[in-house]
């Protein structure tokens, strides 16, 4: 379905595509206007995509927008796109962020200016095109391109270990996201070998029947990919040297985007693909999760960087998004969707701050600093509101997705919710401290005594995020409405093909057993006759 | 009395005509050479050579729908020899275009010989895809080799280049050896050397299937074969031969005989012997996955540019393998697709390097590739391009060749040989990455000029782009046309 007929999706993933031609004749000494071009490159972008959210039709599970064409006919691999609720807000988290990570680098990037906007319109476009593919090669192809300009953006500019962290990622993601493609291969031969038809269209795949025994090894496959993008516990190593390394702009999409691909993996491939294979991973996932919780919040707690600790504390705010897409039922699924955009907007605010700090200090030190409150306010007043979505105060955007994540826990497993909550306190504990320490105590530091308050420019590209954190907050309707016939649809869909799974097989080791004695009676009886 | 009937031989021009025209260019370039007066000599053989090799290319795509036994079955002119003979004509043209900037810094390479002998190789290479006839293959595989040993003497003033010349020269006079003895082991058991012949045979005496003269000949030949795509055990010689060789004849033997020797493998494999693919299969098994790791994992410590992408070679010699081990059609269409993607991405890193040098000298250490990637931009993007493709990264065509060989691997049941593969497409992106890092990530430690590019290699290498991109992004054109080869080969 396409309500415009007209191909907006295209127009949105590959407008930044024109905006790199664009850039690519700009003189390279010409800094500013290198700059300006991309920031508007960039806000047309985010304008471009406002329509989908207009015309986006709330009460229907289907894929709009939609844009099929043949790609390569011989093997059957569309360029298929669309967009539902799952990935509408998605899409416009990413067209909005980017424009602000732009602004961000204005005077931080002072190196190869061209190169830095040209790489970050590329992931941009990267990015878009993961999310609305409904084909999964062209996802693949989509998914891995993301890895090049993000690779780029932390080798070329990114801090004193950038070439450890850059190789890092790259080869973490792709030893990742290879085993996803065989899997991919195998259910595509698989498809065939059952309907005849050669397709990499998800929706066709979904209503594949695949045996158990195989089920599991493909999700596996599928799962370890995005666990590692996610990235949970223990898959995350590389997140905290890319966040560090990274410049800011980079952590910045790296948290606020890059990560989502993974929850949004599980939630449109992996999970509706294989839906016994995630019921039988639940715990383990689940688990995975709290573990990511609570140690992601213990270890940011220590952490004297202030960049490292927003790092770890990513960790944590995407193990709730792991837990309540887990959780399985409409609130946690909803509550995950929910956290990812709050995760974007609050810490992609924590890094833009801990980025302008460093700036004009030079230095992320959580012990360098103290007392900042008193010479910059507006940078505190911002920086509070940051920390306060991050630690999921009533009224801001962080509460509404943490709680709906707890209830939806509660509903499926008790324990881990209880356990998930105190990591709250944790998340809570961690971010005060931080603030105290930097913004509060004694202005003791000669150097912090001179620190200019925000820019004009800084202060334009912190207040959409702020606004959003209290929006978000206060009318969740506004985002959740358009996501409920999706999600329900997915919940509905994912019982009935379970159910239908879990006839074919006994599930437990009592049903398995059940069914042996059931067999014994009836060819006793038959005896017996 | 009974007349003696003369027939005159109906000269089958058609059937070769590709290999017809490379060889007039080189006989041409040779005359002209000897006939242009010494002192006015430029780099006009060059472009002669690449006017013969451009016409043969049109000559090919225009007898593309041929599909024909000619010369007593001797050759098969059909879509496989057609998609051979058009990766051959694009590794040629693109190692001439390279090979007109390079002569800047080595001048000797400008002469007659260089050309000729580059263009004779490029028709042995043809005739071995279009080798219908065991004898048949072993005189296009002489020609063709006896070509590129001289060729990588080419820079006689260089230790390194005769010492390449004279190991590689060595061991393949012993592996032709091992290859006629294959082909008379052959010969013995089924008393033909005709391709379609001996698979006749086969079909009507399944009783000599296993008898152990034919599996000789059959181990035999595959170490002829395999010492030229560089299998392992029989790969020792690359990375030797191929530091020392100028470069663009060391992209050149990647590319072209590599090409060559899988498209005679083919065809000895499947169409002569496809009966014994039982017999083969665990073998070549075993023999791909030592390939495809030992290449990867010993390029992973190469500090030499060169003999990174020697070793390199014997990866990619393993990947390709993998679609012989598939053992089906498709697997057959992959590897042809996967050459041509091979043979543009190889040959536009190599024509990278060779566009850094200096008089009598060249820049091969990854270290010198430090900072080039902002101070040459193109170039950068070029090479970054390059290995991103050889690494399998979309949306280079390294990618698309990649997921067509695994594919079919999947479809053959070959489950474990694709995740291998796939862990060793990981293991290999750590070094590819790795020049993507001296170039961009790390500061010039000495000040490379790269002077002038001649226009030909310009054009090279923006050929060599648009071929990775056009093959990644769309690659219907060239895999329907590699499809259609492998399904009108003769049998």
Redesign the interface.
């Known amino acids: 379905m396409n309500q415009l007929n007209f191909p907006i999706i295209s127009l949105v993933t590959f407008f930044p595509i024109f905006g790199v031609l664009i850039l690519s004749i700009i003189d390279k000494e010409n800094k500013d206007v290198l700059r300006g071009t991309a920031v508007a490159f960039t806000v047309i972008e985010f304008f471009i995509s406002l329509p989908l959210i207009f015309y986006f039709n709330n009460v229907t599970h289907n894929m709009q927008f939609v844009e099929l064409i043949p790609?390569?006919?011989?093997?059957g691999i569309n360029y298929y796109m669309g967009i539902d609720g799952i990935s509408l807000w998605l899409v416009i988290l990413t067209t909005f962020l980017t424009p602000i990570c732009v602004l961000s680098s204005w005077s931080y990037i002072q190196k190869?200016v061209k190169?830095y906007m040209v790489c970050l319109l590329l992931l941009e476009t990267a990015m878009l095109g993961a999310l609305v593919s409904l084909d999964l090669?062209l996802f693949?192809?989509f998914w891995?391109?993301m890895?090049?300009p993000m690779?780029?953006l932390i080798?070329?500019w990114g801090g004193p270990q950038?070439?450890y962290a850059?190789?890092k990622f790259?080869?973490y993601t792709?030893?990742g996201s290879?085993?996803m493609?065989?899997s991919i291969?195998?259910l595509?031969?698989y498809n065939y070998k059952v309907t005849g038809v050669y397709t990499f269209s998800i929706l066709e795949l979904y209503k594949l029947n695949i045996p158990i025994s195989v089920q599991f090894w493909l999700c596996l496959a599928f799962f370890v990919s995005f666990a590692i993008k996610v990235p949970m516990f223990p898959l995350h190593t590389w997140l905290p040297d890319a966040h560090v390394q990274a410049p800011t702009a980079g952590s910045v999409i790296l948290a606020g985007v890059l990560l989502k691909m993974g929850t949004y993996g599980f939630l449109r491939f992996a999970m509706p693909l294989f839906p016994y294979a995630t019921h039988q991973f639940t715990p383990v996932m689940a688990t995975l999760a709290v573990i990511g919780i609570i140690y992601g919040a213990l270890v940011a707690m220590v952490q004297p960087d202030m960049k490292k600790l927003v790092a770890y504390s990513s960790v944590s705010h995407l193990g709730y998004v792991m837990l309540g897409l887990f959780a399985l039922n409409m609130q946690g699924i909803e509550g995950g969707l929910y956290q990812m955009l709050n995760h974007g907007i609050s810490t992609g605010a924590l890094f833009l701050i801990v980025g302008m700090i460093y700036e004009r200090r030079h230095t992320r030190m959580i012990k360098d600093f103290g007392g900042v409150a008193k010479v910059m306010p507006i940078f505190a007043t911002f920086f509070m509101i940051a920390t306060l979505s991050s630690v999921a105060v009533p009224g801001t955007n962080g509460f509404v997705g943490e709680i709906m994540i707890l209830i939806g826990a509660f509903r499926s497993f008790p324990i881990f919710a209880v356990v998930a909550a105190s990591g709250s306190i944790f998340g809570a504990i961690y971010m005060l401290w931080m603030y105290q320490r930097v913004m509060f105590c004694p202005l003791d530091k000669p150097e912090n005594q001179k620190l200019k308050d925000l820019n004009v420019r800084e202060i334009v590209t912190l207040l959409p995020l702020a606004v959003l954190v209290f929006v978000m907050g206060f009318f969740p309707g506004l985002f959740l409405r358009k996501m409920d016939a999706t999600v329900s649809h997915f919940l509905i869909d994912f019982n009935t093909r379970y159910e239908a799974y879990a006839q074919q097989q006994p599930q437990s080791l009592g049903d398995r057993i059940a069914v042996v004695l059931t067999a014994k009676d009836s060819k006793n009886k038959q005896l017996n006759n | 009395m009974e007349m003696l009937e003369f027939v005159v031989p109906a000269l089958n021009v058609k059937a070769i005509l590709p290999q017809v025209i490379l060889s007039l260019t080189a006989l041409a370039v040779l005359l002209l050479d000897v006939f242009s007066p010494q002192d006015k000599k430029t780099s006009s053989l060059g472009y002669i050579s690449l006017v013969g090799v451009v016409v043969a290319l049109v000559s090919t795509l225009m007898i593309n729908g041929i599909r024909e036994s000619a010369y007593n079955g001797m050759l098969l002119a059909d879509g496989f020899s057609s998609f051979i003979s058009l990766i051959v004509c694009v590794v040629a043209g693109l190692t001439i275009m390279t090979s007109i900037n390079y002569q800047k810094f080595f001048p000797r390479i400008n002469c007659g010989e260089y050309y000729c002998l580059l263009l004779f190789a490029a028709v042995g290479m043809c005739f071995m895809g279009a080798a219908g006839n065991l004898m048949m293959i072993f005189l296009a595989l002489e020609t063709m080799s006896i070509s590129i040993y001289s060729l990588a003497a080419f820079r006689s003033d260089d230790d390194r280049s005769i010492e390449s010349a004279m190991k590689y020269f060595l061991l393949g006079a012993f592996v032709s050896g091992f290859l006629l003895f294959g082909f008379a082991l052959i010969f013995g058991s089924t008393g033909t050397l005709d391709l379609v012949k001996i698979n006749a045979f086969l079909t009507a005496h399944p009783e000599v299937i296993h008898s152990k003269m034919l599996l000789g000949g059959m181990a035999l030949m595959t170490v002829g074969f395999g010492f030229k795509v560089a299998m392992f055990p029989f790969h020792m010689w690359t990375p030797d031969v191929y530091e020392g060789a100028p470069t663009p004849i060391t992209g050149f033997m990647a590319t072209g005989v590599k090409a060559a020797a899988f498209a005679a493998l083919l065809r000895v494999f499947f169409v002569a012997l496809g009966h014994l693919q039982a017999d083969w299969t665990g073998i070549m098994w075993l023999f791909t996955f030592l390939t495809m790791t030992i290449g990867n994992v010993v390029a992973l410590s190469q500090t030499n540019i060169k003999r990174m992408l020697a070793y390199s070679s014997i990866a990619h010699a393993g990947y390709l393998l993998v679609g012989i081990v598939a053992g089906i059609k498709q697997g057959q269409s992959a590897i042809l697709f996967y050459l041509l993607s091979y043979a543009f991405t190889n040959l536009g890193a190599f024509g990278v390097i060779a566009l850094l040098g200096r008089k009598g000298g060249e820049y091969t250490e990854l270290d010198d590739f430090a900072g080039l990637g902002f101070k040459y931009p193109l170039m950068g993007l070029a090479m970054a391009l390059f290995m991103f493709s050889m690494g399998g990264v979309p949306p280079a065509s390294g990618f698309i060749g990649k997921f067509y060989i695994f594919s079919s691997a999947m479809k053959a049941g070959f489950i474990w040989l694709a995740i291998f593969g796939v862990i060793n497409s990981v293991i290999s992106l750590y070094y590819y990455l790795r020049v993507v890092v001296v170039m961009y990530f790390k500061e010039a430690e000495q000040d490379i000029v790269m002077s002038k590019p001649s226009p030909a290699i310009v054009v090279g290498l923006v050929l060599a782009v648009v071929g990775v991109l056009q093959m990644g992004i769309f690659p219907s054109y060239f895999w329907d046309m590699a499809r259609q080869s492998i399904q009108t080969m003769l049998m």
């Open positions: 790609w390569v006919k011989s093997f190869y190169e090669i693949y192809v891995e391109l890895l090049i690779y780029l080798g070329v950038k070439i850059a190789v790259f080869i792709a030893a290879v085993f493609l065989l291969i195998f595509y031969y």
